[in-house]
């Protein structure tokens, strides 16, 4: 996964051009590949199809919401001109720039990182996914994501409508938290059999 090798340079020894040239870069291998982008692309269909298909039977159907488990769970035609939780509503441009720069920081994780745990891949790709998701309709939808899934987490009390693309994101954030336990517990038990 992004090995480095190492090659004979002819700039001089310690200056930030000697070791560029020394350096050249392997992408992650196939596994990582195939783990990273269709997971990209299947959440991305996924959100996209999700967010379609409950926006337009909600239209026909004339309703507001439809109900999957009665006081916890109901789909719903909501958008949202901001981030998470409304952050920085009506501001397009912005939220526009700042996942564009998040899609290709992700990338540049993917392929420079030298990561080689799958739950990190699998934790990117959908990172990346999310971010797709939540970017298309920020561009092809006047700025507004759609959201549909709508949880009662109290009587009375209903979480900000989200969609699959926000659900991915929250899953590769925690899968990314596991990784880093797992990482540290293994690098301890190496450790201690040194």
């Given at each position: 996964m992004a090995e480095l090798s190492k090659e004979k340079s002819t700039a001089r020894p310690g200056s930030g051009r000697a070791f560029l040239e020394r350096q050249s870069l392997v992408l992650p291998d196939l596994?990582?590949?195939l783990i990273f982008w269709p997971l990209v692309a299947a959440g991305?269909?996924?959100d996209l199809w999700s967010k379609k298909a409950v926006f337009d039977c909600l239209q026909q159907r004339q309703s507001n919401s439809i109900s999957i488990i009665d006081g916890f769970l109901q789909l719903v035609a909501r958008v949202n001109a901001g981030a998470a939780f409304g952050i920085a509503a009506g501001q397009t441009h912005l939220l526009i720039a700042v996942s564009a720069v998040a899609l290709?920081?992700?990338l540049a994780i993917f392929l420079f990182s030298g990561a080689n745990q799958r739950l990190v891949h699998v934790a990117l790709g959908l990172f990346a996914a999310g971010v797709c998701g939540n970017l298309y309709d920020r561009i092809f939808h006047n700025g507004l994501v759609r959201d549909f899934i709508d949880i009662v987490y109290w009587p009375g009390r209903h979480w900000p409508a989200f969609n699959?693309?926000?659900s991915m994101l929250c899953v590769g954030v925690g899968l990314l938290i596991i990784s880093g336990f797992t990482a540290k517990s293994y690098q301890k038990h190496a450790q201690q059999h040194k």
């Amino acid at each position: 996964m992004a090995e480095l090798s190492k090659e004979k340079s002819t700039a001089r020894p310690g200056s930030g051009r000697a070791f560029l040239e020394r350096q050249s870069l392997v992408l992650p291998d196939l596994r990582a590949q195939l783990i990273f982008w269709p997971l990209v692309a299947a959440g991305l269909v996924l959100d996209l199809w999700s967010k379609k298909a409950v926006f337009d039977c909600l239209q026909q159907r004339q309703s507001n919401s439809i109900s999957i488990i009665d006081g916890f769970l109901q789909l719903v035609a909501r958008v949202n001109a901001g981030a998470a939780f409304g952050i920085a509503a009506g501001q397009t441009h912005l939220l526009i720039a700042v996942s564009a720069v998040a899609l290709v920081v992700i990338l540049a994780i993917f392929l420079f990182s030298g990561a080689n745990q799958r739950l990190v891949h699998v934790a990117l790709g959908l990172f990346a996914a999310g971010v797709c998701g939540n970017l298309y309709d920020r561009i092809f939808h006047n700025g507004l994501v759609r959201d549909f899934i709508d949880i009662v987490y109290w009587p009375g009390r209903h979480w900000p409508a989200f969609n699959i693309a926000d659900s991915m994101l929250c899953v590769g954030v925690g899968l990314l938290i596991i990784s880093g336990f797992t990482a540290k517990s293994y690098q301890k038990h190496a450790q201690q059999h040194k």
